[in-house]
Nanobody, 123 residues
């Protein structure tokens, strides 16, 4: 089993920045891809960014968010810049044991999930 713990959420004004961190523990040798998803109230969970053999981003965050994986530390960082009110959501870290060349964008491609961290962007 793998445990994921997120940190770094909070409240920020439009245009500001936040840095989310996710630490993996347990059977981390089984992880090939780590990613971030988010879920806003009343909406479905959506892919944000992923890191594995390559990186992948949702169109809505391309150019504003940067995902970085550190295999040695079993962590993944999501640097979020130029935040907008529509970025407000609970952000979830996810890990996949699938050998994906490109990080998957579907929730069902990930096997482990963190508890989530709230990001609120005020206008």
């Amino acid at each position: 089993q793998v445990q994921l713990v997120e940190s770094g959420g909070g409240l920020v004004q439009t245009g500001g920045s936040l840095r989310l961190s996710c630490a993996a523990s347990g059977r981390t040798s089984s992880i090939y891809v780590m990613g971030w998803f988010r879920q806003a109230p009343g909406k479905e969970r959506e892919f944000v960014a992923g890191s594995g053999g390559s990186t992948s981003y949702a169109d809505s965050v391309q150019g504003r968010f940067t995902v970085t994986g550190d295999n040695a530390k079993n962590t993944v960082i999501l640097q979020m810049n130029s935040l907008k009110p529509e970025d407000t959501a609970v952000y979830y870290c996810a890990a996949s044991s699938r050998r994906l060349v490109v990080p998957g964008r579907r929730s069902d491609e990930y096997d482990y999930w963190g508890q989530g961290t709230q990001v609120t962007v005020s206008s």
